[in-house]
């Protein structure tokens, strides 16, 4: 938890403070690589094992001081077994809850600027130490009038430093991702996007209210209140949800009916986000969710919320119908819709990218094509990932000369990974349900 962490005392806020954090964790990187090959020139059969481990750490204890969006996107590589050595994953995996917090004073200067006061003027009492600490912000547990409360706190300067961050952020993704800057760049716009949404609480406040009452009726799931008057720009006050994260709860050996129980709330609540509210909470990760008591699940942020246009929703979607994979006019037409393959490709490109996504869609589109889908299923998981790393490997993908893929699908596919790799950690079977025009 961040309370057992050492705390920082300042946080980097001008662009020149955290160009040099930037240019410094690139410095150790380089310095890892000369080592790695001075010690390969010894030794021929050395692997990159050590390399990744200490880039890794190095990044990550650089990304981790300067919080925000570099710290963010570190978190969302991690979510993917395809993208990064499992060094990368293992250390990124960090910010995802438990990155260092920042110390209380800092805190109570947020509060004298969004408040005028200190947090003890508004509360009866307010942990000074974080209770939880990730990327954009922590939080503090507190009580009033008898109730407790969770109190969201974002770091300083995170917000003003997004766009500053993603272009400094880029050397390390070109080399860790393996993207062409042609891929790159179709994709920031829209992480950009979405983490400047992030930052504004009061929208976060606003989307988190109707998403809870969109979702109230769905069985095993709950939702915290939120206090509009109590948060701000940069402060969220909300119901505290006693419960365990997945991690701990899952150590605690529940049964297979509490796991099933579980994961069916998490496939009914985003079934139902996806195909009825046409956006979603696209950030599925175990630090945003809690296991109550009475193993209901509890949906604690609502930070990043992909909105799905109507015309991508219907492509996207259609592709997972069963009969799409042998309508070739209507699978061409979609393809060229979700930008998979274009006019400026060769017919060879054309027919090898068409073949990469039949193969992808037929495979993750698994779930949807029976009643039952059991996602303990290893071996289920284990086609996925070598799919994707043969694939990332074929010479034909790396070479290719535009970036593949609509930049809606970004956020889209993040969720759907994301929540298979929940439903894969509780071995859940689950019904999956799906709305009637994809039957």
Not at 50 to 77: C, F, P, R, W
Not at 246 to 252: G, H, N, V, Y
Not at 356 to 362: G, R, W
Not at 403 to 421: C, E, K, P, Q, V
């Amino acid at each position: 938890m961040a309370n057992h962490m050492k705390e920082q005392e300042r946080i980097p806020t001008s662009k020149v403070q955290r160009a040099s954090k930037f240019i410094s964790a690139g410095a150790k990187v380089g310095g890892n690589y000369i080592k790695h090959y001075a010690q390969k020139m010894v030794n021929p059969s050395l692997s990159k094992e050590e390399l990744h481990t200490s880039n890794a750490a190095d990044i990550y204890d650089s990304l981790s001081e300067l919080k925000g969006s570099a710290l963010k996107v570190a978190q969302m590589m991690s979510m993917d077994k395809n993208v990064l050595p499992r060094a990368y994953q293992d250390k990124f995996i960090m910010a995802q809850y438990s990155a260092p917090p920042l110390s209380y004073p800092l805190v109570v200067r947020t509060f004298q600027k969004y408040f005028g006061v200190v947090p003890e003027a508004l509360f009866d009492t307010f942990t000074r130490s974080a209770v939880n600490a990730a990327s954009i912000g922590q939080v503090h547990k507190a009580t009033k009038d008898g109730k407790t409360f969770a109190v969201k706190i974002q770091y300083p300067g995170v917000a003003a430093s997004v766009s500053s961050d993603l272009k400094m952020v880029r050397p390390f993704a070109y080399r860790l991702l393996n993207m062409n800057s042609k891929e790159l760049d179709h994709y920031m716009s829209e992480v950009e996007e979405k983490l400047l949404e992030e930052t504004d609480y009061q929208l976060e406040v606003a989307r988190s209210e109707e998403i809870s009452r969109a979702c109230s009726h769905i069985p095993d799931l709950s939702f915290p209140t939120y206090y509009p008057g109590l948060s701000s720009e940069r402060i969220i006050t909300m119901d505290w949800l006693e419960g365990a994260h997945l991690k701990e709860w899952l150590a605690s050996n529940p049964t297979p009916d509490e796991r099933n129980k579980i994961g069916q709330a998490l496939w009914d609540f985003y079934h139902h986000q996806v195909h009825h509210l046409k956006q979603v909470h696209a950030d599925p990760h175990p630090g945003n969710f809690i296991i109550q008591e009475g193993v209901k699940l509890g949906v604690i942020d609502f930070g990043c919320v992909k909105v799905i246009p109507e015309d991508f929703y219907r492509g996207y979607f259609s592709l997972i119908k069963q009969d799409a994979l042998m309508q070739e006019k209507e699978l061409n037409q979609i393809f060229f819709d979700l930008e998979f393959i274009s006019e400026q490709d060769t017919a060879a490109e054309q027919a090898y990218f068409k073949g990469v996504f039949k193969e992808m869609i037929s495979l993750l589109g698994q779930p949807f094509h029976a009643e039952t889908f059991n996602f303990a299923n290893d071996a289920y998981f284990d086609r996925i990932y070598s799919m994707g790393d043969r694939i990332s490997k074929d010479k034909m993908f790396k070479n290719s000369r535009q970036a593949r893929g609509s930049r809606h699908g970004l956020f889209i596919n993040r969720t759907y990974f994301g929540l298979y790799s929940l439903l894969n950690q509780l071995r859940a079977n689950i019904t999956t349900t799906k709305p009637d025009w994809l039957k």
